[in-house]
Every structure is written in C-alpha cells, then in structure tokens.
C-alpha cells in the first residue's frame, strides 16, 4: 500500500493525497476493479456510448444519477462479481467478501453494505429493479460522501491500469 500512496501522491500531487481518506483510497481501487466490466455490460444491456460516458462521471459532486440505464449498467456489472441476490438485491455476505479483498478493505466493508442497505431499504416499493438500483446508487453516492468514503475520480483514473 505504501508503494500505491508514494505513486498517487506523485501522480496528484501531495494535497489531493492528504484530503483522501484511506477509506477514499480503498473505494478508489474498488470503483477501478468493478469498473472493468463496464464496456462488456453496456454491451449486454445495450446501452449508448452516450449514456456510459455518465459512468466517468458518477462520482462528480455535480453529477445526479438518474438514468434508469445507469441502474441497469450496475446490476451487470454486480453480478459480474456475484454481488447481488436473484432479486437483484444486495447480498451483503458477497459484498463484504468483495470489498475485504482489496487492501484495507477490512475497515471499509461494514460501512459500505450498512450506507447500501440503507439506501435499499428506502427504495424498495420501486418494481422495476433498474429504476431502484439507480435511485440505490443515487442515494448511497450521496451518503458515501457524508461519511467520507466515497472514490475520488482522480484515485479512480490513477489505478485504473491495476485493474
């Protein structure tokens, strides 16, 4: 982990370096992994360029989330990694597995599936599972960046190339 700081902090500079949290840095590198298999989904759920290139955008403090594809680009993309139930709802022991295997994801998982849950449980009357999963990550982008957890884009961009 050290050697990952050392580079991001040549790449960024030392400033963007001491305003993110390790918790950030861990978020960054989980975004980067999930993000890999953003082209395959857009494929799969037949999604524009146009709306994907929203995808770069997600963790922006400008940028609302609100493309019913957006929700269905995730889903994809979840169960690419077994992150969610038939229902297309979280399953917390996987999401917790997945967030524990990237360095100092031990101190990160609990709070990213209690935000998640959270978020899922004041959307759950919406039928159509792509419209929720986008109200989902609407609201836990939001609570991700009150708790100071949520990725920074430039992070994101930087680890990439790991992934």
């Known amino acids: 982990m050290a050697l990952i700081l ?3 902090a040549l790449l960024l500079g030392a400033g963007e370096m001491e ?8 978020m960054s590198h989980v975004n980067a992994h999930f993000g890999k298999t953003l082209e395959m989904c857009r494929e799969e ?21 609100v493309h019913r594809e957006i ?12 992150l969610l139930q038939d ?5 917390h022991n996987s999401m917790h597995d997945y967030i524990r295997s990237f360095e100092n994801g031990d101190n990160l998982s609990a709070m990213v599936v209690e935000l998640f849950h959270g978020c899922e449980k004041q959307f759950e009357d ?8 986008t109200k989902v990550m609407a609201c836990f982008k939001v609570a991700a960046k009150e708790a100071d957890i949520a990725p920074e884009v430039t992070l994101i961009e930087a680890v990439l190339e790991k992934y």
């Open 6 to 8: 050392m580079v991001l």
């Open 45 to 65: 759920a037949n999604i524009s360029r146009e709306i994907m290139e929203e995808w770069h955008h997600v963790w922006d403090d400008n940028f609302e989330i």
């Open 71 to 82: 929700g269905c680009v995730l889903i994809c993309m979840s169960h690419k990694f077994s």
């Open 87 to 91: 229902d297309h709802r979280m399953h």
């Open 126 to 133: 919406i039928a159509d599972d792509c419209s929720r999963v």
């Open 19 to 26: 305003a993110a949290s390790e918790q950030s840095i861990t």
